[in-house]
């Protein structure tokens, strides 16, 4: 029954308990080989489908949902949503922004699991390729912003190679990369701390590290997938890699080598790679401006050690460099401080509650 | 009359058409030692205005009105033009969005000039204290998103030593600095191409040169106010600086030197910062999501040229990277290629017009 906890988990439950006989059946029949009708899949042939006219080519809106409230859409792509004929959207659009799809729409969700996520994707790709040829407006619905990490590129590539190239709309999205440390109330540019600000992957291809980003002083650097890894990542960031320490004995002479042993390895410049010093400020943050969004303050000596007592809550990322304490002061003494909750959207003004400030303890 | 001169180009002509005497009267009055009323600018008090209870406080939206196309609004910085008592917004948020404010609410829009900007962010939030001590809800308009070069952060500082940080709320916006990129068909992280995005700025601090970013393949990079000092920065990317030069002689032996010479510059890993190849794909944006929007498609050698020939339309910035080619594929032969319009955000299912791709020519 392991697929069973794996809807359970990917779907929300108002959707769980709006799933009809009609629902099971049409899912079950969009698998290769138990009987789907040629050309194509039919789980999302709703009530609502209209009858496409012949040589009418439809369009794909490739949009962003942003990272978790329904309120951080634009607006652009909410339209898309009210008035796509399809919505195919991935796994982690979260529930808030799935709830307002009209009843009346057909909506696919990606049957990413591990192992999977390819396969899903061309499938996914493939029943928009139908829907576009049928004549219909096709919702790609991902999460975040689809040209960041969110292999956007490569579906436009799919729709050019199909020769549908202007049948594809892009519609940017708030990226979590950026959202996630303004809901922390971390500004990753903020005038005399940081002038610029790095997104990366914790994770290289196939799970192999990637070349850590070297310190700069005035760098905000934004890390998704890495919290899994994190020791290892800050192992990366703060020391020289095996590679590297064999690769700088080969380049240089002994005499520079004992010189290097004098001073701090992250204070010579244009040597090797300089490294970020261990008291580096640095937060996790996980579920970005969702009701259960956390926030773990620290620095890099101590954030392997606070994730591994405080537990993990993915979907999460880790923000590390000078902005994390811009607007922030830790509290002497204290390795790490937790803030749960997300303070700071409603904008409800009849109801007053739950305006707050953007969610920051311990200011000066 | 360069004052003049300047109101016709920061104000949208539908809002000059609509200044009455009385707007004129409240703005003048509004400037110190003119008239105005003790207890702060009058030039947003308009005739919406409610009268605030005693000892009732306020709050500050800050919200990012994205890029420039008004539907690139997140709803909730939609909500909250509609429903805001005062809106204070920065000189280049956008016409479109402004026209979404409700005629009854009054705005104040920064008269930032150059020269002048410190001054009108003070100004504002004078203006924005006064309000939120009056119970009022005032909507701090900025563009793009507050926190990415926004100065979000100074505001939400300032508003801290007021003792009012928990009467802050900040809304993230979508950033130029990522949605140019993607209107222009740019991908910034694209498997196998690009994995990471480097967001910085061109121009350092008092005009002074920032510290150029090495190259790493995998990387894409988004320069902002960068394209007055192209030349410099082409050269900076591409070749080392006087001081990198001689701070390289000081530490190396006169055979390294010698060896040195023998091999591209940008192939030499961790030896000093490596360079990028004057070959490298880059893009220019001017006014993505705007109707004027123009990209130039080059790379680092002519990138300087094409700008001083084509001319320069700001607001725009500059993408550097392998990702500029992952959906375009240059014309062989030319040097540069400049792409006007913008398609691809019109939703307007009704009209049928505008609905194009994402605006790339040129693709394989």
Redesign the interface.
């Known amino acids: 029954m392991r697929w069973l906890a794996q809807v359970c988990e990917y779907w929300p439950l108002k959707r769980l308990a709006a799933i009809t006989d009609a629902d099971v059946e049409a899912v079950l029949k969009s698998y290769p080989g138990t009987g789907a009708a040629a050309g194509g899949p039919a789980s999302w042939r709703g009530a609502g489908d209209k009858l496409p006219g012949h040589g009418q080519t439809g369009?794909v809106?490739l949009a962003g949902s942003?990272p978790g409230?329904?309120?951080?859409?634009?607006?652009?792509t909410?339209?898309?949503i009210q008035?796509a004929d399809i919505i195919l959207a991935d796994k982690l659009v979260p529930a808030g922004v799935l709830d307002l799809i009209p009843r009346r729409t057909p909506v696919s969700i990606a049957r990413k699991f591990p192992g999977n996520a390819d396969r899903a994707q061309e499938e996914l790709l493939e029943q928009a390729l139908d829907g576009v040829r049928a004549g219909k407006?096709v919702l790609r619905l991902k999460q975040g912003?689809?040209?960041?990490?969110g292999?956007?590129?490569?579906e436009?590539?799919f729709f050019?190679e199909k020769g549908l190239?202007?049948?594809?709309?892009?519609?940017?999205?708030?990226?979590s990369s950026?959202?996630a440390?303004?809901?922390a109330?971390?500004?990753?540019?903020?005038?005399d701390?940081a002038?610029?600000?790095?997104?990366?992957?914790g994770t290289?291809?196939k799970g192999k590290a990637?070349?850590p980003?070297?310190y700069?002083e005035s760098r905000t650097v934004v890390f998704l997938m890495a919290l899994h890894r994190i020791e290892g990542l800050v192992a990366e960031l703060t020391a020289y890699t095996d590679e590297?320490e064999q690769?700088?004995r080969e380049?240089r002479s002994q005499t520079e080598e004992a010189e290097a042993a004098q001073t701090p390895s992250h204070q010579q410049?244009?040597?090797?790679?300089t490294l970020w010093p261990l008291n580096t400020p640095c937060a996790v943050i996980e579920r970005a401006s969702c009701p259960d969004q956390r926030v773990i303050r620290t620095t890099l000596r101590f954030v392997a050690e606070a994730i591994e007592q405080e537990g993990s809550r993915p979907p999460g990322l880790l923000v590390v460099g000078r902005a994390c304490e811009?607007?922030y002061t830790p509290e002497k003494g204290r390795s790490w401080a937790v803030e749960d909750g997300f303070k700071?959207?409603d904008?409800d003004?009849e109801s007053g509650v739950g305006?707050?400030?953007?969610g920051?303890a311990g200011?000066a």
């Open positions: 369009r809106i942003g409230h329904p309120d951080l859409l634009t607006r652009a909410y339209k898309a008035t407006t912003d689809p040209f960041i990490y292999r956007g590129g490569e436009v590539a050019r190239g202007d049948c594809v709309v892009v519609l940017p999205g708030i990226t950026l959202s440390p303004l809901f109330g971390i500004p990753p540019t903020q005038r701390v002038d610029q600000v790095l997104v990366c992957t290289g291809k990637p070349q980003p070297e700069v590297e690769r700088a380049g410049p244009g040597k090797r790679r811009a607007l700071g959207l904008l003004v305006i707050g400030g953007v920051i200011m």
